[in-house]
């Protein structure tokens, strides 16, 4: 999650001039734990920094689950709530019920990518489905529709698009699941990637380095709600026990479901058009170089249910 002076340009004029200034307090503090909303559920942050412009409180935000600070952003009062008990409850509530209707989905539509429409109907769904009291800022429909313009469209290779329908043949229809742990697993393939970066370019940039532990991240906190099928979870369940990080057990087949969920989730970032545009570029890299080696990278067959010899490493690892 990036600073985006546009967009907090964009939501200010939004706000009438009519509308009645703050209170000359700060409802939270610098360096303060809170509850905030991203997307359709709440995590919770930290407060870095609070600045009052043109009459409403702002906050810039750094997400405890996220390993980086790509992901942080400037966020409104309506975001926000306070690390209270009953708040936690309404966190917990909010994350059984996101998991278990994602859990019946069966993940039916997985292997083609999500167009604006689908988007839209989602976040539609998912503000819908917030806590009624807690105003949202999105309500206008403003925000929402900038949302979905600012959806980064992420092209699957033809190859890649077609090893997504076979992965989704070889699980729904031919009851096959991909043995793991897997080899290479998406640590692997990461490490392998900015090894390949390295030498192609000759340096690293910090850049290149969040962004990509940001798709760890991503990849850890989106398997068990958005990137399994139904007949995957007992496998999971299985393997992915205690401290385990599913990056340290999945690999090719799992991560390439990542990138095709990947532009609705970044439909809630707020993103510098600039930044957007370099991240889009990043992402499209990696994708040429899983592409590049498909044949080594992904598995040409599928195995029987009882496929499960180990356990992954801690997150800790």
């Known amino acids: ?33 809170v509850l905030a909303y991203h997307g359709p559920r709440i995590y919770e942050a930290k407060v870095q920094k609070v600045e009052l412009r043109k009459k409403e409180w702002r906050y810039f935000l750094h997400y405890l689950v996220s390993l980086t600070s790509i992901w942080d952003e400037w966020v409104s009062v309506d975001r926000l709530m306070k ?54 800022k999105n309500d206008s429909g403003t925000k929402d529709n900038q949302s979905v313009e600012k959806v980064i469209k992420i092209q699957i290779p033809s190859t890649l698009r077609k090893q ?11 009851d096959k699941l991909v043995k793991l742990p897997r080899s290479p697993t998406v640590d692997d393939i990461l490490t392998k990637y900015l090894e390949y970066r390295s030498k192609r370019d000759g340096t690293i940039t910090d850049s290149l380095g969040e962004v990509l532990k940001g798709i760890r991240c991503y990849f850890d906190k989106a398997l068990p709600v958005l990137l ?7 496998q999971y369940h299985k ?15 799992h991560l390439l479901r990542l990138f095709v969920k990947l532009p609705e989730l970044l439909a809630y970032v707020n993103i510098e058009d600039e930044t957007q545009i370099r991240l889009h570029q990043k992402l499209l890299d990696f994708l040429k170089f899983l ?17 499960t010899e180990g356990k992954g490493k801690s997150k800790n690892d």
């Open 83 to 136: 690390c209270t008990d009953e708040n936690r409850l309404k966190q917990r509530a909010l994350e059984k019920g996101y998991v278990e209707k994602s859990s019946k989905s069966g993940r039916s539509a997985q292997a083609k990518p999500k167009n604006l429409t689908d988007a839209r109907v989602e976040k539609e769904e998912h503000k819908n489905n917030a806590p009624k009291g807690k105003k949202r």
């Open 291 to 307: 592409q590049k080696n498909q044949s080594t990278f992904f598995v040409s067959a599928y195995e029987g249910c009882k496929g």
């Open 164 to 174: 997504l329908v076979d992965d989704w043949e070889f699980v729904t229809q031919q």
């Open 228 to 234: 399994l099928y139904n007949k995957e979870r007992d």
């Open 239 to 253: 393997l992915v026990v205690d401290d385990v990080s599913p990056s340290t057990i999945y690999g090719a087949e």
């Open 1 to 33: 999650m990036v600073n985006s002076s546009k967009d907090d340009a964009a939501t200010d004029g939004d706000m009438s001039s009519g509308d009645s200034p703050p209170s000359n307090s700060s409802l939270y503090s610098e360096g303060e734990k």
